[in-house]
């Protein structure tokens, strides 16, 4: 005997406003679907009360679209007052209500939405029940998804940061090692077939990554100590970098060149 699926998790108070949302959408016959992303998609057992609502609204052509970036005043639907919104994208806005819901959406025509990578998207409503979706296979592995372009990605990002640290240019010292470095370990977990990421984000590499179960360490606090410590950052994920994977002697050999610079100046 074959066991029943058991049911879905109700959904989050604050998320049902995007069912009372595309229910006041669906009186205009312009709008043919109503799409909510993130935790608001097919993950909604994240959401929660620090979670936003991220919506595509799908119409069915650039005239309803121009009308609905024109005049926002369909996010009545939502309930409740905007207190401040801006154009973030030439397809939408980024909106706060009043109650502190926050909302982020988009306006799109069907060809426009065939043409995104959209991805883990759920239908909230349909006009007709049509599907708008396309199933997409993840793209295979390139050039500049591979464990040999990543790392050699950071050690030249670490090389870069500390030539501008040294110069005096903190800042983009600081966004060279402990931000884009440390992104592309965050690339070498991902690739690493023993990490079990905790619904990973394919836009956003640090999403839930501290919920992580990782076959290595990651001394996070040590590669990302802040604005004052280039060096120190640079000297964690160097550490992390040569002791999990293979690395060219040359530029590592600058690197702690650099470092040792450093520490005389």
């Known amino acids: 005997m074959s066991r029943a699926t058991p049911p879905a998790p109700p959904l989050h108070p604050t998320l049902l406003r995007l069912d009372d949302f595309a229910a006041h959408l669906a009186h205009d016959d312009d709008v043919l679907a109503v799409l909510g992303l993130g935790s608001a998609g097919q993950e909604t057992h994240r959401f929660d009360e620090h979670s936003d609502i991220d919506v595509f609204v799908v119409v069915d052509s ?8 024109q005049d926002p005043g369909w996010l009545a639907g939502f309930g409740g007052h905007v207190a401040f919104s801006f154009v973030n994208d030439p397809n939408g806005r980024k909106a706060l209500f009043e109650d502190g ?6 306006v799109f025509t069907p060809d426009e939405l065939a043409a995104l990578a959209v991805v883990g998207a759920r239908v909230v409503w349909s006009r007709d029940g049509r599907d708008l979706l396309t199933s997409e296979p993840p793209p295979s592995p390139t050039a500049l998804d591979t464990v040999d372009f990543h790392v050699n990605e950071a050690l030249t990002n670490l090389y870069v940061g500390l030539h501008r640290e040294l110069r005096g240019e903190r800042l983009t010292a600081m966004r060279f090692i402990q931000v884009y470095a440390v992104d592309r370990v965050l690339a070498l977990v991902r690739l690493d077939p023993a990490s079990r990421l905790d619904h990973p984000d394919r836009f956003e590499s640090t999403r839930r990554i501290e919920q992580a179960d990782l076959r290595t360490d990651l001394p996070l606090a040590r590669m990302v100590p802040g604005y004052e410590h280039n060096a120190d950052a640079a000297r964690a994920v160097l ?3 040569t002791t999990h994977h293979a690395t060219d002697p040359s530029i590592t050999r600058a ?6 610079q450093h520490d005389q100046a």
């Open 62 to 69: 650039a005239t309803a679209k121009q009308r609905y970036l």
């Open 255 to 260: 690197i702690r060149q650099l470092l040792d």
């Open 239 to 241: 550490g992390w970098l």
């Open 101 to 106: 819901l926050f909302v982020e959406y988009a």
